[in-house]
């Protein structure tokens, strides 16, 4: 979850994945689908843009005003160095001792605690004094990359999610090294809050992006919602999709939130490891029902990287996965293979063994190959 101020906003426009409607890239005329409400605000220090299909102007107003209502107050819960409940969870958390938790919290806590053990430790919010110590945790990214010495103390300490104990609404760390930082899985768990409020208000086709990332339902009137992928390294979308049903689609890329510095790219996307930016990935986007889940796999794989990345969709339940390395390669599971079109040509991607997900059919669609 990056936070900007407000003067970073046109520079951030430019890093949207652009919503797409119809077969093309611009949007559909009104014979191509019927009528759609549409609304804007400026939370989580991104555009979250909402769109309801076949929607009342009435009902849709309802729904707005909900959502703006519901993602302000998490982006006040939620947030990682200005005051609030997270704010004061990480304090207590420095103490080692039992402490009754914010309800506003606990729960996403909860869930990034479940991630993290699924992941690995390829994704783990408990590393909020590296971001902080990166300069990754202020509104504007910072100019230098820490001494070394400072990088090698805080990773010898190895915070993790695993330190922290939760009983009831009681919670702990073991660790006093632990600062919470949820960016890595906050936008996820909050449009999937969101939709869970939208279905109850009887919204039954919605679309929320959240700065690119995003979960939608239903259809775009009688055409399934159509979205586009940022290409990680030029202007416009490098591929596009249709969702099925009820999917979210989240990207992790270097190219989100960084400072240059003697010609090498510093970005937010540290390895636990090493207290590191991720130096093997460009991009990684996944699908998954679930919202939290596909923000968190996304930072998952991006850290794991060409080497790792399977095993760990593998272990997350992640069946559909494109990664793009650092020199451009294109890896892909066979079930995004199956739903994925390039709108440019790439080299021939390296499509890996289908990832078994207990419990879910593995059967592919070919009806939408590139």
Known sequence: MPYMSRSSFSRFVRLIVFLLFGSGITACTPADT??????????????????????????????????????????????????????????????????????????????????????????DPAIGHLIRLWGFQRDEPGNQSPREAEIRKLVAQRPSMADIEIEGIRMRSKNPAVRLDLGGYAKGYALDRIVENL?????????????????????AGNRPWHIGIRHPRKEGIIASLDIQGDESVFTSGDYERYF????RRQHHILDPRTGYPVRETQSVTVIHAEAATADAAATALFVAGPKHWHETATAMGIRHVMLIDQQGRIYLTPAMQARIKFEEPVETPIVSPEIQVPGTSNKISQDDTF
């Not at 729904?63 to 982006?75: I, N, V």
């Not at 109850?200 to 259809?219: C, E, F, P, T, V």
């Open 34 to 123: 019927q009528r759609i409400e549409s609304d804007t605000f400026f939370v989580f220090g991104t555009l979250v843009d909402v769109q309801f299909a076949n929607t009342s102007p009435e009902l849709a107003q309802q729904g707005f005003a909900a959502t703006q209502s519901d993602l302000e107050y998490m982006h006040y819960a939620w947030h990682a160095w200005q005051p609030g409940p997270l704010g004061r969870t990480n304090k207590l958390l420095e103490t080692t001792a039992w402490f009754s938790a914010t309800p506003s919290v606990l729960p996403v806590i909860q869930r990034g605690r479940e991630l993290t053990l699924k992941s690995g430790g390829f994704f």
């Open 260 to 263: 240059d510095e003697k010609n």
């Open 199 to 219: 279905r109850q208000l009887g919204i039954k086709n919605a679309i929320l992006n959240a700065g690119g990332d995003l979960r939608a339902y239903g259809s």
